[in-house]
């Protein structure tokens, strides 16, 4: 069956303009993460959602990150006003349920500021 | 708070070796330890989940082992391939929070 996929696959942008990155789970999954991969700080949680609630916000780097799910499916992140630091690979995974379920992961945004 | 370490942070070895990588945690209650593999460029791929129960899982060549006591996960790669050159990471799930925390991971190559 499908994986996890995630669009766009590259994203080149200039510093301060707003991005947003799409992450498909796997069919019937009910819980979504959201991960950070960056040289020098290694893999970093950012946000999980249970269905379209997202009770573990506490990886966002600051209020320019924000996420959302609808119809417990499909899921964005957004950055707004992106700064170079925010260059990185980000990755989203998938569980069939929460509660520490085995995470399956996307093959990754790669979000380049400039 | 947890911190997952692995050693060694590199490792090359000729094809056919056994070779085991090392996976340490500092918060023994965790609720799972999984294994991944990730390529250049890619994302990554799931190898095995151990859940804190169990003392090891085996998929084809390979093997991981749990001690949730010492805080150790090792993973054994049996007759390794040039194929099996990739990095290798170890996150574990601890039981008040639903995010992974990853490792450093192990970049192996395999050469001919």
């Known amino acids: 069956g499908a994986g996890v996929s995630q669009s766009p696959s590259n994203k080149v942008t200039e510093k301060g303009k707003d991005v947003e990155l799409r992450c498909d789970p796997i069919?019937?999954?009910?819980?979504l993460y959201w991960y950070r991969q960056s040289l020098g700080q290694g893999l970093e949680f950012l946000i999980y959602f249970q269905g379209n609630s997202a009770p573990d916000k506490s990886g966002l780097p600051s209020d320019r990150f924000s996420a959302e799910r609808t119809g417990g499916s499909v899921s964005t992140l957004t950055i707004q006003r992106t700064q170079q630091e925010d260059s990185a690979v980000y990755l989203c995974?998938?569980?069939?349920?929460?509660?520490?379920?085995?995470?399956?992961f996307g093959p990754g945004t790669r979000l380049t500021v400039l | 708070k947890q911190e997952v370490t692995q050693i060694p942070a590199a490792l090359s070895v000729p094809e056919g070796e056994n070779l085991v990588l090392n996976c340490s945690f500092t918060?023994?209650?965790?609720?799972?330890l999984q294994w991944f593999r990730q390529d250049p460029g890619k994302g990554l791929t799931s190898l095995l989940l151990?859940?804190?129960?169990?003392r090891e899982q085996t998929s084809g060549r390979l093997n991981a082992s749990l001690d949730k006591s010492s805080g150790r996960s090792t993973l054994y790669i049996a007759a390794s391939q040039p194929g099996d050159s990739a990095t290798y990471l170890c996150?574990?799930?601890?039981?008040?929070?639903?995010?992974?925390?990853f490792g450093t991971g192990t970049r192996l190559q395999v050469f001919p």
């Open positions: 151990i859940q804190s129960s169990q």
């Open positions: 995974a998938s569980s069939k349920r929460g509660g520490n379920g085995e995470q399956f």
């Open positions: 918060d023994s209650a965790i609720y799972n």
């Open positions: 069919s019937g999954h009910t819980a």
């Open positions: 996150a574990v799930a601890s039981y008040n929070t639903d995010k992974l925390i």
